[in-house]
Structure formats: structure tokens, C-alpha cells
């Protein structure tokens, strides 16, 4: 009995509890997920008290910022939404189950062998969403031709979701030396990959290659500015012949300026941002197009719930103080963990915090035609693997392994 008391420490029943909740996360567990995730932050809290705020006083712009959109967009909610639960869903996702279980659970510390887990395990739940993908492309296998994947959900949040996985699965290709880890991340990233095609997502096909051409630039200046350029290259020529290349038909949109213009979200953030500027502090209203509702100047009959943008949504619906705020803790938040990964010391640690760099990059890239923030798994997806580049690992396990 006393061997077991021992070991219900605050360690094992966070790892517990974190295990639970990205498997709830990563393979769709309803409701379930919320709670765990509320209970997460609510350890947390010993850990600030145990290592006495030091977090805080470390990434304190961060928290400042945060701070600041968390109560801002609080205040937007309050006098824009008319029922008190209407929309509250939307806006937890963007707040309590997002940013403010980031800010609480990276005061969570772990040792060096649990860490090292998280990445893997994140993968293995995730062949849940990879197995729905293959299934919808065995159903529909004979409409192809037309048809778009969407996993069980809507074919631009899982476009986004397969995404991360098609990220990480390369990332950790070039960063785990375990060859048995190699194989198993290259037929990841090939599967991820597979599936990913057949969503025909525009977004995805561009922002990925971006995505990591950025990640390889942090991690190599001079190397990675080739990179970007070659794939800038490669991604307009593939665009100019998108036409002339099966399943990459769709990127034919945008191979000219002139359809670039013709594309229906031009006119979407044109309006979203005189919108925003017409209602500078306090925007049209939390979440107002959700019942689609916005109309697009050049076809009247089209109506869309959203900007397809996360920073003309935010500006257009919620006003400038909200989009000022947001900005600033996306911009501490890559100050920060780039700064970690610069002076960080233990290869292993650094690793990890390139892949969630590199995640964070292609999702907040995807952001920028779609807005992740109201997509509450994906974006409570993104904000988990963000705390994962935050968390502390204990120094003498760090200094064991190296």
C-alpha cells in the first residue's frame, strides 16, 4: 500500500492526465477532451506555486499579452453577443481551451524520458484522423475526380489538422536519429501526405512547403534562404502549370493576377477590412457571420460565415485592440521559443522545439485563409503542441542525457 501511495506524486498524475487528454484530443473524444483539459490547467497551478512564478517573470511579455487579448476579447464578447450562451462554445475554444491553457500549462515541468515521449505519442493518436482520411478516399474512391476528403468533419479543418501531421512527420524524419523512428516517421509522412492530396486543399499545397522552408531557416540562416528561394521557385512554376498536373488543378486559381482577383476572398478581405476600420474599437461583433451571413461584394447570392482570415476576422469582428494584442502574443511567442532554441543546450530538447516552430509557422500560414481560431480542435491542437516547446525539463535529467 505505501509503495503505491508513493507513487501518486504530482508528476505521474500529470502524466497520467496528459496522456488521457491527448488521446481524447487526437481521436476525437467528444466532450471528454474539455474537462481533461480544464483539469491540466488546474495542476498546473501547483507547478507555478512550486517553481514559484518562474515562468511568468521568464516569458513575461508573453503573459502580458495574452493577458491583455484573453480580457479584451472577454470585454468584445460581453457587449457584442446579445444571449449569454450563445456563441460561448466559440469563444472558450479561443480563450480557455487555447491561449489560457497555454499560459497554465507550460509551468508544467517533466522529466527528460517523459518528454521525449510527448512527439511520438501525439503521432499515434493521430492515426485515428489518418485512418478517417483513407476511409472517405476508399468510399468515394470513383468520385475523386471532384469529390474532396473531409475525415468525418469539413474538409478545410481537416485539411489543416492533416496538415500538422504532414509537418511533423517530416520534421521528425530529419530529427530523430532512432532509425526504427525514421522508417516509422517516412511511411507517416508518406500516409500524411497520401491523404492530405485528396482534401485538394489550395492552403495546405502552399503553406506546408512555406512552412518548412521558414523552420529550416531558423535553423540554418544561410542554407535556409536558398531554400526559401527554391521554394518559392518551384511552388510559382508548379502554379503556372497547376492546370497540367492531375490532383494540383485547383492551385490553376491563382497562377495569374488577374484570377487572384477573381477570387471571391479578395473581395471577402477587402470588405473585412473597411468593415474593421468602420468599427475600429470594438468590430461588427464577436463570431457575427457565423450563421453565414456575409455577403461578397461581386456575387450578392454567395454568403460566407467568416473573413477566411485570422487577422481581418479579428480586426472586422472584434476591433483593433483585440487584433493588437493577438499580434503581440504571436510575436513573444516565436521571440521566445526561437530564442529558447537558439541558447537551448540538450540537442534532444532543441529538436523538439523546432518541430513545434515549424508547426506553429504552417498553422498560423493556413490561418491566413482561414480562421483556425474558430476550428476548436485544430486550434486547441496548435496551442497543445505549443506548450509542448514550452514545457520545462528538469536539469538533471537534461544533464544526464547529454
Given at each position: 500500500m505505501n509503495s503505491i501511495l508513493k507513487?501518486?506524486?504530482?508528476?505521474?498524475?500529470?502524466?497520467?492526465?496528459?496522456?488521457?487528454?491527448?488521446?481524447?484530443?487526437?481521436?476525437?473524444?467528444?466532450?471528454?477532451?474539455?474537462?481533461?483539459?480544464?483539469?491540466?490547467?488546474?495542476?498546473?497551478?501547483?507547478?507555478l506555486f512550486k517553481n514559484r512564478f518562474e515562468m511568468i517573470k521568464k516569458y513575461k511579455y508573453m503573459y502580458i499579452s495574452g493577458f491583455f487579448y484573453l480580457i479584451f476579447l472577454g470585454i468584445i464578447f460581453k457587449i457584442s453577443v446579445n444571449k449569454e450562451n450563445e456563441r460561448i462554445e466559440d469563444l472558450l475554444g479561443m480563450t480557455l481551451y487555447s491561449v489560457l491553457f497555454f499560459l497554465s500549462t507550460i509551468n508544467i515541468s517533466l522529466d527528460l524520458k517523459k518528454y521525449k515521449k510527448i512527439i511520438p505519442i501525439i503521432t499515434l493518436f493521430s492515426l485515428d484522423a489518418l485512418?478517417?482520411?483513407?476511409?472517405?478516399?476508399?468510399?468515394?474512391?470513383?468520385?475523386?475526380?471532384?469529390?474532396?476528403?473531409?475525415?468525418?468533419?469539413?474538409?478545410?479543418?481537416?485539411?489543416?489538422?492533416?496538415?500538422?501531421?504532414?509537418?511533423?512527420?517530416?520534421?521528425?524524419?530529419?530529427?530523430?536519429?532512432?532509425?526504427?523512428?525514421?522508417?516509422?516517421?517516412?511511411?507517416?509522412?508518406?500516409?500524411?501526405?497520401?491523404?492530405?492530396?485528396?482534401?485538394?486543399?489550395?492552403?495546405?499545397?502552399?503553406?506546408i512547403p512555406l512552412a518548412l522552408a521558414l523552420t529550416y531557416f531558423i535553423k540554418n540562416i544561410k542554407k535556409g534562404s536558398?531554400?526559401?528561394?527554391?521554394?518559392?521557385?518551384?511552388?510559382?512554376?508548379?502554379?503556372?502549370?497547376?492546370d497540367k498536373i492531375e490532383g494540383l488543378e485547383r492551385l490553376s486559381t491563382i497562377s495569374t493576377i488577374k484570377k487572384i482577383e477573381e477570387d471571391a476572398r479578395v473581395d471577402i478581405f477587402k470588405k473585412g477590412i473597411k468593415n474593421g476600420i468602420d468599427n475600429i474599437f470594438i468590430?461588427?461583433?464577436?463570431?457575427?457571420?457565423?450563421?453565414?451571413?456575409?455577403k461578397v461584394i461581386?456575387?450578392?447570392?454567395?454568403?460566407?460565415?467568416?473573413?477566411?482570415?485570422?487577422?481581418?476576422?479579428?480586426?472586422?469582428?472584434q476591433g483593433i485592440l483585440v487584433l493588437i494584442s493577438y499580434i503581440l502574443f504571436l510575436f513573444s511567442f516565436f521571440y521566445y521559443i526561437i530564442k529558447d532554441y537558439?541558447?537551448?543546450?540538450?540537442?534532444?530538447?532543441?529538436?523538439?522545439?523546432?518541430?513545434?516552430?515549424?508547426?506553429?509557422?504552417?498553422?498560423?500560414?493556413?490561418g491566413l485563409a482561414e480562421p483556425i481560431f474558430y476550428f476548436t480542435k485544430l486550434y486547441m491542437v496548435l496551442f497543445t503542441i505549443m506548450t509542448v516547446g514550452f514545457i520545462q525539463v528538469k536539469e538533471e535529467e537534461k544533464l544526464e542525457s547529454d
Amino acid at each position: 500500500m505505501n509503495s503505491i501511495l508513493k507513487k501518486i506524486t504530482l508528476d505521474n498524475i500529470i502524466s497520467i492526465v496528459g496522456i488521457v487528454y491527448l488521446f481524447l484530443l487526437f481521436r476525437r473524444g467528444g466532450d471528454s477532451k474539455y474537462l481533461f483539459s480544464i483539469l491540466l490547467v488546474i495542476l498546473s497551478v501547483f507547478y507555478l506555486f512550486k517553481n514559484r512564478f518562474e515562468m511568468i517573470k521568464k516569458y513575461k511579455y508573453m503573459y502580458i499579452s495574452g493577458f491583455f487579448y484573453l480580457i479584451f476579447l472577454g470585454i468584445i464578447f460581453k457587449i457584442s453577443v446579445n444571449k449569454e450562451n450563445e456563441r460561448i462554445e466559440d469563444l472558450l475554444g479561443m480563450t480557455l481551451y487555447s491561449v489560457l491553457f497555454f499560459l497554465s500549462t507550460i509551468n508544467i515541468s517533466l522529466d527528460l524520458k517523459k518528454y521525449k515521449k510527448i512527439i511520438p505519442i501525439i503521432t499515434l493518436f493521430s492515426l485515428d484522423a489518418l485512418y478517417r482520411g483513407i476511409m472517405d478516399i476508399y468510399i468515394n474512391w470513383n468520385h475523386l475526380s471532384w469529390y474532396r476528403i473531409s475525415g468525418k468533419t469539413y474538409t478545410t479543418i481537416y485539411a489543416g489538422e492533416i496538415g500538422i501531421y504532414v509537418v511533423i512527420g517530416i520534421i521528425s524524419i530529419f530529427i530523430y536519429k532512432n532509425i526504427y523512428l525514421k522508417i516509422g516517421y517516412t511511411v507517416y509522412a508518406a500516409i500524411s501526405i497520401f491523404v492530405l492530396f485528396y482534401t485538394k486543399s489550395r492552403n495546405s499545397m502552399l503553406m506546408i512547403p512555406l512552412a518548412l522552408a521558414l523552420t529550416y531557416f531558423i535553423k540554418n540562416i544561410k542554407k535556409g534562404s536558398i531554400v526559401i528561394f527554391l521554394t518559392l521557385l518551384c511552388s510559382i512554376l508548379i502554379i503556372k502549370n497547376a492546370d497540367k498536373i492531375e490532383g494540383l488543378e485547383r492551385l490553376s486559381t491563382i497562377s495569374t493576377i488577374k484570377k487572384i482577383e477573381e477570387d471571391a476572398r479578395v473581395d471577402i478581405f477587402k470588405k473585412g477590412i473597411k468593415n474593421g476600420i468602420d468599427n475600429i474599437f470594438i468590430g461588427e461583433g464577436f463570431y457575427k457571420y457565423k450563421e453565414g451571413t456575409l455577403k461578397v461584394i461581386r456575387n450578392a447570392e454567395e454568403l460566407h460565415p467568416h473573413y477566411h482570415n485570422i487577422f481581418i476576422e479579428t480586426f472586422a469582428t472584434q476591433g483593433i485592440l483585440v487584433l493588437i494584442s493577438y499580434i503581440l502574443f504571436l510575436f513573444s511567442f516565436f521571440y521566445y521559443i526561437i530564442k529558447d532554441y537558439i541558447f537551448e543546450k540538450s540537442s534532444k530538447i532543441k529538436e523538439v522545439k523546432l518541430l513545434v516552430i515549424g508547426v506553429t509557422i504552417f498553422t498560423l500560414l493556413y490561418g491566413l485563409a482561414e480562421p483556425i481560431f474558430y476550428f476548436t480542435k485544430l486550434y486547441m491542437v496548435l496551442f497543445t503542441i505549443m506548450t509542448v516547446g514550452f514545457i520545462q525539463v528538469k536539469e538533471e535529467e537534461k544533464l544526464e542525457s547529454d
